[in-house]
């Protein structure tokens, strides 16, 4: 290298040192956005990409989700993990790049509500399994019909998946899904941020889904409780003031539409004639224009006047949310808890985005009473388990005065014996960074979420207030409970008269107390509840598992 | 009053009680309030009554269920010491009760300051005594002096008590006088007093009765005063400390209690008078020097005994304008600063021969 007289180099030498970054360079430098920072988080990432990739190809395929999930420890460090699901499997020609190449993927170009979008996630995993242990996975795939093997690797120097082997089985029973075999270096934990607690959040999200996990410690089920499939989300097309400059920029280079009038109305969501020639004139670009020859400083005229431009807000009917009712029996089947309540909010938009908020409580029964409140964030149904403290989510909760409701704060989380759930849905989740783990705080959603909780915390002191003069009055009849032989036994020696007859007599005489004869009301409605309740539900889950394919097997 | 109307009045509570059950309605106890709203004082008798206002006692209250379980307890308990033809002493009483509810963490009665004031309940809604149920009040109080007396057939000379004294029993209604030989009655708050006049046999040299109260009055020693003043028109003398406690002893023997206002007319003494000490006797024989501070409490007393209706004479608010004034009380001792014999020898007969009294 030729080193000037101030120690600067030449834009030759320069030039020389140019090359293309290898993607495991690329991944080496970018663990922590990629979600393999520390070991014990490696483990989750995994397990989320597989799993999270898992159910979204079920839900669009409308298959109800069938995933096992199995991780052995094979070293003092490395792990073996098994994943399998029942979902509609990838076409023999595509699993190598689906699993073997980054930015492949069927998300990313469409705006929809869905799990994964970047097509980082499961090839991230296979590579970080490749880069920690050196082993090849295993990669099996059928559509129904012939069961494809592949054992591959990441080719990390091209970006390109290489096939060591590739081996075609014979399928009697019609299996399709994908099933995943990797070895990868991590730790493993079992409480708070973990792979349990992982798969007990999704479980949460999905109760349509049935997950098996075989953990080092034992084998966790997670039941499905609801048959129907969620509502699949609709795609839709960017409205003008969501649109990134960048992601303008790449459309203009790639659509179809011959002019940029075409391009405008086609490409984009309540964009009219009248608005697109408001746009225009406001850009100063001419209507016959080719997209493709638009330049950067017209893009950038372009992007201002499509804020500018007043235009409806975006459709709202490409979003999923949880709804209500699958919130709480999300809930109800893994929380043991009294008293539950969801609130969905209905969808609204931020910056050209639409999105939904949904909120669920859980109170009472086993939760502890005198720690904070739990909080557990959903992204687009995916559980976030980093990165709280600079959630929007988390900071919605802790901006609403809970003490309104009847728990205990003291700026912060509630305490009391409660967890909240709160999903975010939208076809354009604003993480704060690549790691996925939480939401920027836009006005917008703030308010959206502190609504929906506010809502859910009104019904939530309904109960909780019932439920403090139910005790008082619980107490209230026990005392007199307690008092009232003592008081007959006491008149009986004064007047001579049955001890017995004079207790019989008082508890009569109780019941006519305006406070005890609402307890007596009070357990005749629990009784009808509860009888409703059972008739409302016919099908036991265990007799539906029975039939599932994957439960054969064991 | 006969035992069979004491009985009487009991088991009837009870039937009242069951009647209420019978109908299905909240059981109640009436009792008479015995605050200070409800207590009157008689300007004809000189004493303290109770007035009408009366608060009920419900069983199906939670603020009342526990005390209504208590007055049944007590109630049962004192029909059945008349049976048993028994006395007993109200912290036998309390211990005889005290037992845990089953099931439960809860005692009938925690402390005897629980049973003791459900049987001023009783006593004051049955109007009976509690000598009439049964029960012994405290014993306290001794007496010196020329007179002779029966009790439980024994003759005792109250001259002739070597130099312990005659223990006034709790019931004094058997107690008959057989030969009263005195002039006037001085009781004295303190029980070193006392001892100090009675070494110096003041009671022989003056022809009188000393009894010593030893703190608050107890009911023999009330009602022992009131007899012996009213059978033989003898003059009560009170002699206690300058200080609001011992002004109210004084109050409680001639007026009556609030607490058992209840029974006023068979425990006070109307025409007692105070012989001091009073805070003007300090000024006057120079005894500023023997004075105590007072403590916030005390002035806090005074002011409350100054709008007292008893206690609207001249004198009395002068006495106790000067406690809170001077911030400051006195003790009977404070009289040893003139000599030890100075109460015996000089103050006391002064007093009583210029008749130096508040009333």
């Known amino acids: 290298m030729k080193i000037l007289v101030d120690g600067r180099i030449t834009a030759e030498e320069m030039s020389r040192q140019m090359k293309e970054i290898s993607i495991s360079e690329f991944f080496e430098k970018n663990r922590h956005l990629l979600g393999y920072e520390n070991a014990t988080k490696a483990l989750i990432t995994i397990v989320k990409e597989a799993v999270d990739n898992s159910l979204d190809a079920c839900d669009e395929a409308g298959i109800l989700p069938d995933i096992k999930v199995e991780l052995k420890q094979v070293g003092i460090k490395s792990f073996k993990m098994d994943f399998e699901d029942n979902g509609p499997g990838i076409v023999e020609s595509k699993v190598p790049l689906a699993f073997g190449k980054m930015l492949f993927g069927s998300k990313f170009h469409r705006l929809r509500q869905s799990r994964g979008t970047q097509g980082i996630g499961i090839s991230g995993a296979l590579l970080y399994s490749q880069l920690t242990t050196g082993k090849n996975a295993k990669v099996s795939s059928s559509t129904g019909d012939k069961i494809h093997e592949f054992e591959m690797m990441i080719d990390t120097i091209k970006n390109e998946p290489r096939i060591v082997s590739h081996a075609t089985q014979s399928n009697k029973d019609r299996w399709h899904g994908i099933k995943i075999e990797i070895e990868a270096e991590g730790n493993y934990v079992e409480r708070y941020q973990s792979v349990p607690e992982y798969l007990k959040q999704t479980a949460i999200a999905n109760p349509h889904a049935h997950i098996v996990y075989k953990g080092p410690n034992g084998t966790l089920k997670f039941d499905r409780v609801v048959n129907k499939l969620p509502e699949q989300p609709k795609e839709i097309k960017p409205h003008p003031y969501g649109i990134e400059f960048g992601i303008l920029r790449r459309m203009l280079s790639t659509t179809r539409s011959k002019n940029i009038k075409g391009f405008l109305m086609k490409d984009f969501s309540r964009v009219g004639s009248r608005s697109v020639s408001q746009i225009l004139r406001l850009a100063k670009i001419e209507s016959k224009r080719k997209p493709s020859s638009i330049d950067h400083a017209e893009t950038s005229r372009l992007h201002k006047a499509m804020q500018m431009v007043k235009l409806i807000a975006p459709p709202t009917d490409c979003l999923s949310p949880l709804t209500e009712n699958l919130i709480v029996n999300g809930l109800k089947k893994e929380i043991d808890a009294e008293f539950f309540v969801a609130v969905t909010r209905p969808p609204t938009v931020y910056r050209g985005n639409p999105f939904q908020v949904e909120v669920g409580l859980a109170y009472g029964g086993s939760l502890n009473p005198n720690t904070s409140a739990h909080l557990y964030r959903f992204a687009n149904k995916v559980p976030l388990l980093y990165h709280q403290k600079g959630c929007a989510l988390a900071q919605s909760v802790e901006e609403v005065d809970w003490r309104r409701y009847g728990l205990q704060q003291s700026g912060g989380m509630p305490i009391g014996p409660m967890t909240i759930l709160i999903h975010f849905a939208s076809v354009w989740v604003p993480f704060t960074s690549e790691g996925k783990q939480a939401i920027a705080n836009y006005p917008e959603i703030v308010k959206e979420i502190k609504l929906a909780l506010q809502d859910a915390g009104r019904k939530l002191s309904k109960f909780v207030s019932q439920k403090r003069r139910a005790k008082q009055r619980q107490m209230r009849r026990k005392l007199f409970e307690r008092y009232i032989p003592e008081v007959a036994e006491s008149l009986g020696k004064l007047t001579g008269r049955d001890e017995k007859i004079i207790t019989q007599k008082l508890e009569e005489a109780m019941k006519k107390d305006k406070e005890i004869s609402m307890i007596a009301e009070e357990t005749v409605k629990e009784k009808e509840d509860k009888e409703e309740k059972t008739a409302k539900e016919p099908t036991k889950p265990e007799e539906e598992t029975e039939s599932m394919p994957s439960e054969n097997e064991e | ?359």
């Open chain 2, 1 to 359: 009053m006969v035992e069979n109307d004491t009985k009487k009045k009991l088991v009837k509570m009870g039937e009242d009680i069951l009647k209420d059950v019978e109908k299905k309605k909240n059981p109640k106890i009436e009792i008479p309030i015995r605050s200070l709203s409800n207590i009157v004082y008689d300007e004809k008798t000189k004493s303290l009554t109770l007035g009408d206002k009366t608060s009920k006692r419900y069983f199906f209250n939670v603020a009342h269920a526990k005390k209504f379980m208590q007055t049944t307890i007590i109630a049962a308990f004192c029909n059945e010491l008349l049976n048993q033809k028994i006395h007993t002493s109200l912290r036998d009483m309390y211990y005889n009760l005290k037992r845990t509810l089953p099931n439960s963490n809860e005692n009938t009665f925690d402390e005897q300051s629980e049973s003791d004031p459900i049987i001023v309940d009783i006593e004051v809604a049955l109007d009976l005594l509690r000598e009439q149920l049964h029960l012994n009040a405290d014993v306290r109080g001794r007496v010196v002096g020329k007179a002779l007396v029966s009790d439980r057939g024994d003759r005792v000379d109250w001259s002739k008590l070597g130099s312990g004294g005659w223990a006034i029993p709790s019931n004094v209604e058997a107690i008959k006088f057989k030969k009263v030989d005195a002039k006037f009655i001085l009781v004295i708050e303190k029980n070193a007093a006392f001892e100090r006049l009675h070494e110096d046999r003041f009671w022989e040299k003056h022809k009188c009765i000393l009894i010593t109260t030893q703190g608050q009055a107890a009911r023999g020693g009330r009602r022992l005063i009131q007899r012996l003043s009213e059978d033989y028109k003898l003059p009560v003398y009170v002699f206690c400390d300058s200080d609001p406690y011992g002004w109210y002893i004084y109050s409680v023997i001639k007026f009556g209690s609030m607490s058992l206002a209840h029974v006023s007319d068979r425990l006070s003494t109307p025409n007692a008078k105070y012989i001091g000490l009073t805070l003007s006797d300090i000024e006057k024989y120079g005894l500023e020097k023997y004075t105590i501070k007072t403590k916030e409490v005390d002035i806090k007393r005074a002011k409350d005994m100054m709008k007292y209706e008893w206690f609207q004479s001249k004198e009395w608010q002068k006495e106790l304008k000067l406690l809170i004034d001077k911030k400051i009380k006195a003790e009977l001792e404070a009289l040893s600063g003139r000599g030890l014999r100075f109460m015996t020898e000089e103050y006391l007969p002064d007093k009583i021969k210029k008749k130096e009294f508040l009333l």
